[in-house]
């Protein structure tokens, strides 16, 4: 089928983790024991309960079969009274260790759940920018969310099948032990279920796989779609898009409707082998009764142990397939867990002192994919307070430079070193660099939250009368006083609620309210409309002053303010100067100027 637009990534990005693992796996049991010990009180608490719960439901049709035979026959009425409080009690304990059972279990269940997301989160957020550029968000939200999910089912899916196995095994011992003829005859049909449940898992374990693979297309499609909203009503696409989700959405039902065709079918079977035990038990017990083998009450506890048998290996087996998805999830996350972190520090990495604000860059060698370098041995000083401008066609490799200078992406061993204050940036640890740092970026980024939790954000130290003098810097403070809570306004998801270039001039605030010592402008202007864009470059001479400034910009305004202009060109610096030196020298700069600056300065 022809996917279309929409949903295809999902398809090949998600259909191929939509596997099923062994139903046991060492490893990942293994892996979770440690989240499970903080709970493991529970856990045997669960696991006694659980014990006690299976006795109980093994023991009633004897306790039945037992008052029948002993008790009624012989028309001792005061002794049945006896077994009836008995049988009550018995009752109660059932409840109550069945509650005690799924509670402990929801807790134990709850917490390894809030374990692992909270390992999780913290581990993928060590990740340098280069897994994230390689990874689907989608992709990590099936691990936050559906693998972890599913592992949270994990313990007590556990409890309840080792419940049913001794369920099912406490009921074939009863039997036997009431009469191993009988025994025997009721349990011909197993054989045959076997042959019946072994057909079914694996027909049904491709369905259950479709499903998957089929629902996960759908949400890509969702996403893919809802994301590019504003493409989809300015191309006025929506009835195409429409036809190609029902297709998908389509196969979806498809897939289930199929699905439950398998679920359906297994039932009916367990039901009618069920009847076929039942009228051997009827029809071999009623001969033995008859001729005084064995009692009535004894026929009749055989009958309600056959029904109950059938019971736990259905449940089992519907089991089985949830174990088996758990071992996957827990396969997929302990993967994710064992990926080396980019942003990891050295083992001996130390604090950063007070930064004064030099940076070096020394043969500086970097590439996102191995073999293609868009960093190609570059060398540059910055002295501190400096503000440097760095141009260059696209895909020179501006970004790169600021990025792999705030660690986003490691220069791995031998490619040269990046030095701040004279010291390795990889022998300190990140955080206390990064502190020190501030950056802008093109596309400005809000959090849901308040305007002054915004400014603030990482730095709790920084308080309201700072983030003020930071927001009255950069020309923020007049607009934020007119909105309807001052600094207090509760911004929507990304600052949806004000406009683009008020969200810029946030960033811009939030950039110098913990007053870095260094400070990178990654084309923080590029999105913004004239007007903001004066107020910024009116406030960036206060702003930068006295700090180290690295600016990415595509416009004269920006770069003529510039001490020095650093000139990019497929990875390499070509040209370093002012901007009057450069044009004087009528190379790459002198172009770029003619070709991009002077025509974008005009508009």
Known sequence: MNLGLGGVSAARGHADEEYFGNAYDQRVILRLAPFIKPYRKLAIISIIAMLIYTLTLVVVPWMIGYGIDEFIANKDLSRLNILFVIFVIVSV?????????????????????????????????????????????????????????????????????????????????????????LGLI??????????????????????????????????????????????????????????LFDEKNLAHRWSNIVAGRYAAGLLPAVDILTAVAIVLAILFGAQMVESQEIGVGVLVAFIMYIQRFFDPIRNLTMQYTQLQRSMASGSRIFDLMDRIPGLEDKENAYEMPEIQGSVEFKNVRFSYVEGEEVLKGINLKIAPGETVAIVGPTGAGKTSIVSVLSRFYGVQP???????????????????????????????????????????????????????????????????????????????????????GQRQLISFARAIAP???????????????????????????????????IVIAHRLSTIRGADKIVVLDAGEIVEIGTHETLMAQKHLYFELYNKNFASIEGL
């Not at 031998?414 to 502190?435: F, K, M, Q």
């Not at 923080?524 to 009116?538: M, R």
């Open 93 to 181: 304990i059932n409840w109550v260790t069945n509650y005690i059972m799924q509670y402990a279990m929801q807790k134990v269940g709850q917490g390894v759940l809030f374990g692992l997301r909270k390992r999780l989160f913290g581990h993928v957020q060590k990740q340098s920018l280069s897994y994230f550029d390689n990874t689907e968000v989608g992709r990590l939200m099936s691990r936050v969310q559906g693998d972890v999910g599913q592992l949270q089912e994990f313990s007590a899916l556990v409890v309840m099948s080792l419940g049913e196995l001794l369920s099912l095994i406490g009921i074939v011992v009863a039997l036997l032990f009431m009469n191993v003829k």
């Open 414 to 500: 031998g490619n040269g070193s990046i030095l701040v204050d004279g010291i390795e940036i990889t022998d300190v640890t990140r955080e206390s660099l990064v502190h020190q740092m501030s950056m802008v970026l093109q596309e400005p980024y809000l959090f849901s939250g308040t305007i002054l939790e915004n400014i603030r954000y990482n730095h709790s130290n920084v308080s309201d009368e700072q983030i003020i003098l930071a927001a009255k810097a950069v020309g923020a403070h007049e607009f934020i006083n007119k909105l309807p809570d001052g600094y207090h306004t509760y911004l929507a998801e990304r600052g949806n609620n004000i406009s683009l």
């Open 515 to 549: 007053d870095p010592k260094i400070i990178v402008l990654d084309e923080a202007t590029a999105s913004i409309d004239s007007h903001t864009e004066t107020l910024i470059q009116q406030a960036l001479k206060k702003v930068l002053h006295g700090r180290t400034a």
């Open 186 to 243: 009721t349990m011909i049909v197993i054989p045959i279920l076997v042959v019946i449940m072994i057909a079914w898992q694996r027909f049904a374990k491709k369905t259950f796989v479709e499903v998957r693979r089929r629902i996960s297309i759908v949400n890509g499609s969702f996403n893919e779609n809802f994301a590019g909203v504003r493409v989809v009503q300015s191309l006025n696409r929506q009835k195409k898009n429409l036809e």
